[in-house]
């Protein structure tokens, strides 16, 4: 029974990935518009979005578009929860835990992409880096960033999970 669970979640994050090749800019505005959003609201300034390029803000020289969506973050988020987790769930939860795991994963990586982009900007302001290393650089933060978020959403769906089996085994 997993493994219908599993093709469904590959086959919806192989539908994520092709709408982020091959469609058009506007399909990425369901996660470029919070992301910005929340940079918009923590750093307290505001954006302009230009159509087909994204989101700019051009006194702190940052600018949100395809590249930073975070899809890929998304995909990867998504997965990693539902081949780890759903094994653990009931077979008649499986579907409404992997809506559940989709919807977590989303706000994951709002979450985690608006601070990924606070995070560089800030850095990127008051650190200055030779021209040449500020890609690196950007690219470097990224990393790290979705790194620990991916391990802190790993661990807090292995707590979620086992403080239900918990309260489960206690009402039985």
Do not use: W
Not at 110 to 123: D, H, Q, T, Y
Request: proline share 2%.
């Amino acid at each position: 029974m997993n493994m219908f669970f599993y093709l469904l979640a590959i086959g919806i994050a192989t539908g994520i990935k092709m709408t982020y090749q091959c469609g058009d800019f506007q399909y990425l505005l369901y996660i470029l518009k919070p992301v910005t959003k929340l940079v918009e609201l923590f750093l307290g300034v505001s954006f302009q979005y230009y159509e087909g390029i994204g989101f700019i803000n051009e006194s702190l020289k940052i600018h949100i578009s395809r590249g930073c969506s975070g899809v890929n973050f998304f995909i990867m988020v998504f997965l990693m929860i539902s081949f780890s987790f759903l094994p653990k769930i009931k077979n008649k939860n499986k579907l409404s835990a992997l809506l559940i795991f989709f919807m977590s994963s989303y706000c994951i990586t709002i979450i985690s992409n608006a601070s990924r982009i606070i995070g560089a900007s800030l850095m990127m302001n008051i650190l200055t880096f030779p021209m040449r290393y500020e890609r690196l650089i950007h690219q470097s933060i990224g990393v790290v960033f979705y790194f620990v978020n991916l391990m802190i959403a790993y661990y807090l769906f292995l707590k979620i999970l086992k403080k239900g089996e918990i309260i489960h085994e206690q009402n039985l």
